[in-house]
Structure formats: C-alpha cells, structure tokens
C-alpha cells in the first residue's frame, strides 16, 4: 500500500491550494479516506474524512472552507483548501486504514503567511 501527496506550498492568506493523494495497492472504492494535519510541535490532527459512499465529514475548524473528494476513477484522493489562514499551516498527511492497518503518505507541507 502506498500514498503519495503532494500540491503544497507556500500561500498568503485568504489564498487557495489543493492537495492530491495518489494511492496504490489498494481497492480504493472500497475505502474511506482521511486528511490529517500535523502543525510544528503540536499533535496530529483529523482535517477531514470521505467515505467510500462519499459521506464526508470535517474538523470544526476547517467546515465551509475545505473540501474533500475522491476520483475512484483515478485511485486519487483531494483536499481543495480555501480562505486559507496561518493557523493553517501544517504538515498534511493521507490516511487509510486498511486490513486493520494505519497506511500513511508521505505528508506536504503548507505554510501560510499573514
């Protein structure tokens, strides 16, 4: 099973960026998918998680400013983040569990300046 993340970067704030979580090895419509963040010296943390039906759901502080979705078509999972603010700045990890295993990508970093 592999993850590969990618499209961070560096963004002022009120800004935009999507993420992208390349998968493998995996039955990926099968799976619910998750976001996490882990900021500078604090804990990781759940940003926001797809189910395999598409339920979606969000950590309070990024509702109505992140979206996430899937392509099963393309194995890949997304993280489109606007109205962006420095809190926001943070690793971002994907996330699956599978066969009761936690399988994590790589994380991409994203800075967001004031």
């Known amino acids: 099973v592999q993850l590969q993340a990618s499209g961070g970067g560096l963004v002022q704030a009120g800004g935009s960026l999507r993420l992208s979580c390349k998968t493998s090895?995996?039955?990926?419509?099968?799976?619910?998918l998750d976001w996490y963040r882990q900021p500078q010296g604090k804990e990781r943390e759940l940003v926001a998680t797809i189910g395999s039906n598409h339920n979606r759901n969000y950590g309070d502080s990024v509702k109505d400013r992140f979206t996430i979705s899937r392509d099963n078509t393309r194995n890949t999972l997304y993280l489109q983040m606007n109205s962006l603010k420095p809190e926001d700045t943070a690793v971002y990890y994907c996330?699956?569990?599978?066969?009761?295993?936690?399988?994590w990508g790589q994380g991409t970093q994203v800075t967001v300046s004031s």
């Open positions: 996330h699956v569990i599978w066969r009761g295993r936690d399988y």
């Open positions: 090895g995996i039955t990926f419509r099968l799976h619910a």
